[in-house]
C-alpha cells in the first residue's frame, strides 16, 4: 500500500511540473517579452500616449498577471476583428503562440533574464496619422449597391454600436463573396482602420452585407 501511494505521489508532482514545463530557456523579458510587447504594445503603452507605460521590465512586471489576462481574453491588443476572416497589413492581434508566450513567462515567474545585450532597441515612434488621412471613400450601411468601380485600400468602422458583433462582406455580381472585416464585440474608444494586405478590386453592382441599419462602414480607396 506505502509503495502504491509514493507510486501515486511522484505521479501527481510529475503531472503538475509537466503543467508547468518551460524547458531550459524559459522565457524572459530581456530575450522574448520585451521583443512582443515593442511589437505589439508599445504605441499605445508608452509614456506621453494613451495607456500606461510598458517600456521598461520595471513597468510591466507589476502589471504583468493583468497583461496574461487581457491577452487571454483577447482584449489587449485591442485589434477588435476575427483573425482569418479578412486579410490585414495592420493586424496587431496575437498569435495563439505569442499569447502562450506570455502566460508562460507570468506563470514562469516574470524572469527579467541575465543578458541585457539580448534586448531589442525600444522602438521609436513617428506621428499618428491624422484621421483626415482616412477621410476619402464613401460611407454606406447595410445592402448598399456600388455605382462605381473602387479599388479598395481598406474599411473604417463609422456608426457601429458599442459591444455589437457584425460580418460584413461584398457581393460581387458574379456571385463571388469576399469577406471585408468581422468586428467582434466593437469598442469605439478603440476604433481604427483595417487596411488589406493587398488591394480589393469591388465592380460596379457589388452589394456591402451584414451590416444592420444602425451601423455604418467607410470604404477607404487605395490611393
Known sequence: MRVVTTFLLVLLISAVASSHDFGTNPPTWNREISRLIYDRCASC??????????????????????????????RMPPWGA???FGDFRNDQG????????????????????????VKPEPPKFDKPAA???????????????LH?????????????PQGQSIQIVAALPDGQIEPLVWLYEYRTAFRHPYLF??????????????????????????S
Not at 500616449?49 to 491577452?71: G, N, R, W
Not at 508566450?101 to 514562469?108: A, K, P, R, T, Y
Not at 462605381?148 to 457601429?160: A, F, K, T
Open 148 to 160: 462605381q468601380p473602387i479599388v479598395l485600400d481598406g474599411v473604417l468602422p463609422e456608426s457601429v
Open 82 to 84: 476575427v483573425k482569418g
Open 45 to 74: 503603452h508608452r509614456e506621453g500616449s494613451t495607456a500606461f507605460p510598458l517600456m521598461t521590465y520595471q513597468d510591466a512586471q507589476p502589471h504583468a498577471v493583468a497583461i496574461k489576462e487581457s491577452v487571454l481574453a483577447r
Open 94 to 117: 496575437l498569435s495563439q503562440e505569442q499569447v502562450e508566450l506570455i502566460s508562460d513567462w507570468v506563470e514562469g515567474g516574470m524572469l527579467k533574464g541575465n543578458n541585457p545585450n
Open 197 to 222: 494586405r493587398k488591394p480589393l478590386s469591388l465592380p460596379a453592382g457589388t452589394v456591402i452585407r451584414g451590416l444592420p441599419t444602425n451601423a455604418s462602414i467607410r470604404l477607404i480607396p487605395a
Open 131 to 145: 484621421e483626415t488621412a482616412f477621410s476619402r471613400g464613401v460611407v454606406v450601411h447595410g445592402g448598399a449597391t
